[in-house]
């Protein structure tokens, strides 16, 4: 079974940064993506950003230019860095990686950017 743990959330000011990082554990055969959902209070979760196996990278509208996802496979651990983070982008960040089987979600780490 395949474990994500998310980790590095907290509380910023708006304008700082922050990092998440996930770390990936358990049987996994082959990853066909992996990226970072988030959910702010009283919305719907919505996609930040994703990483291909092969590197490619990309990101939603909202985040795009401040938010850089990355991988370090060694460590088997994803980060996602956030600069220039605004009031709205507060939420729970959460792991997600897809193979051919299944889309496993982590526990989430919740961020918030104060104004």
């Known amino acids: 079974q395949v474990h994500l743990v998310e980790s590095g959330g907290g509380l910023v000011q708006a304008g700082g940064s922050l990092r998440v990082s996930c770390v990936v554990s358990?049987?996994?055969?082959?990853?066909?993506?992996m990226g970072w959902w988030r959910q702010a209070p009283g919305k719907q979760r919505e996609w930040v950003a994703a990483?291909?196996?092969?590197?490619?990278?990309d990101y939603a509208d909202s985040v795009k230019g401040r938010f850089t996802i990355s991988r370090d496979n060694a460590k088997n651990t994803m980060y996602l860095q956030m600069n220039s983070l605004k009031p709205e982008d507060t939420g729970v960040y959460y792991c997600?990686?897809?193979?051919?089987?299944?889309?496993?979600w982590g526990q989430g780490t919740q961020v918030t950017v104060s104004s």
């Open positions: 990483i291909t196996e092969g590197g490619r990278t």
């Open positions: 358990g049987s996994i055969f082959s990853i066909n993506a």
């Open positions: 997600v990686l897809s193979n051919s089987r299944n889309t496993f």
